[in-house]
């Protein structure tokens, strides 16, 4: 489902289901030997589906950790994001050399509980879900407005290693597009020779669930050929 989302240069795999043949490394079952049955499948699934996509990719299966943060540490060249909610699993991953970084992030679609918008958003971005929640009912806006903000801290941690606050970025969300962008409110990291002042992502309503995804492609990198051809650029895609 997620893959209508996500541009061709990331393989996306997801699930409503628990695999009763997923597995875990020896390293992985270290991590969440204390886990209660819950965090367990969530846990387990979201990495048998990153597994399914890295093996699209050509790659071998491999542990995927959680670091500092919790957030996965991919395999060398690599990059990804995972999520999960009741009912539901993913995994992005793609070739480095291609996408400079993704984020990721299902929600159900259902209204926050109280208080958590408040604590989530900006004074204009809760006037704008309040609009939006008006003339488009049929979408929570004020979960959609936190996917997307998840969504943006999963691109951006592993860009900088920082920690980025719910008010460091200002959501927003387009309803006829879907899209949304996000623009941080932080002082701009440079990453590779460009200054980071934002992201543009996109978003899906299907199944009760608000699914948000961000992609970041990688610079445009020149290709040499021998003597006499033309130099071309490879367009990512």
């Avoid at 993704?102 to 929600?107: C, F, N, P, R, S």
């Avoid at 204009?124 to 004020?142: G, T």
């Avoid at 669930?209 to 006499?228: C, D, Y």
Wanted: glycine share 8%; net charge neutral.
């Amino acid at each position: 489902m997620i893959e209508s989302i996500l541009p061709a240069a990331v393989t996306a795999v997801d699930t409503f289901v628990d695999p009763p043949d997923a597995t875990l490394f020896h390293e992985e079952e270290a991590v969440i030997r204390m886990a209660v049955d819950k965090r367990r499948r969530e846990f387990t699934t979201a990495r048998w589906c990153a597994r399914q996509a890295m093996g699209r990719l050509g790659r071998p299966p491999a542990p995927i950790l959680p670091g500092v943060r919790g957030e996965p540490q991919w395999p060398e060249g690599l990059v990804g994001s995972i999520t999960h909610c009741a009912g539901y699993r993913g995994a992005v991953v793609a070739e480095r050399e291609r996408v400079t970084t993704v984020g990721i992030d299902a929600e159900p679609d259902e209204p926050l509980a109280n208080g958590i918008l408040a604590a989530v958003s900006l004074p204009e971005e809760r006037d704008r879900i309040a609009v939006l929640q008006h003339d488009h009912p049929a979408v929570s806006w004020d979960r959609m407005l936190f996917s997307a903000k998840e969504s943006v801290y999963k691109a951006w941690f592993p860009l900088t290693g920082r920690w980025l606050d719910f008010e460091d970025a200002k959501v927003v969300l387009d309803p006829l597009s879907g899209t949304f962008t996000a623009g941080l409110l932080v002082t701009a990291p440079w990453v590779q020779g460009r200054k980071l002042t934002g992201f543009s992502g996109r978003w899906l309503v299907r199944n009760g669930l608000i699914i948000t995804a961000i992609t970041v492609l990688a610079p445009a990198v020149p290709r040499t050929h021998p003597v006499g051809r033309r130099v071309a650029t490879r367009r990512s895609t």
